[in-house]
């Protein structure tokens, strides 16, 4: 399976962006997620959606970012609004599906205030 993110770059604070998660294999039945990592610190789930649909997010992110998933463009996409210095990261697709976790390459995300 091969992940391939899109959307990062820089934008200032309190600005958007939209990342993309294209995945090689249908998403249909997988868990999809997105992570965030800053040198230093460990990987940390910043939102996920289930293969039904379900969605969870970090408290840090709640109500600003928004994980969704197209099942027939096999994509998950987060949208990021009212972005925060502290939003700038590294960010990474994940896909998990038992016993199969699978991760993209990363998109770095910078927001200058």
């Known amino acids: 399976v091969q992940l391939v993110e899109s959307g990062g770059g820089l934008v200032q604070a309190g600005g958007s962006l939209r990342l993309s998660c294209a995945a090689s294999v249908s998403i249909l039945k997988i868990n999809m997620g997105w992570f965030r990592q800053t040198p230093g610190k460990q990987r940390e789930l910043v939102a996920f959606i289930s293969s039904g649909g379900t969605t969870n997010y970090a408290d840090s992110v709640k109500g600003r970012f928004t994980i969704s998933r197209v099942n027939a463009r096999n994509t998950v996409y987060l949208q990021m609004n009212s972005l925060k210095s502290e939003d700038t990261a590294v960010y990474y697709c994940?896909?998990?599906?038992?016993?199969?976790?699978?991760w993209g390459q990363g998109t770095q995300v910078t927001v200058s205030s």
């Open positions: 994940n896909a998990y599906s038992a016993p199969y976790n699978y």
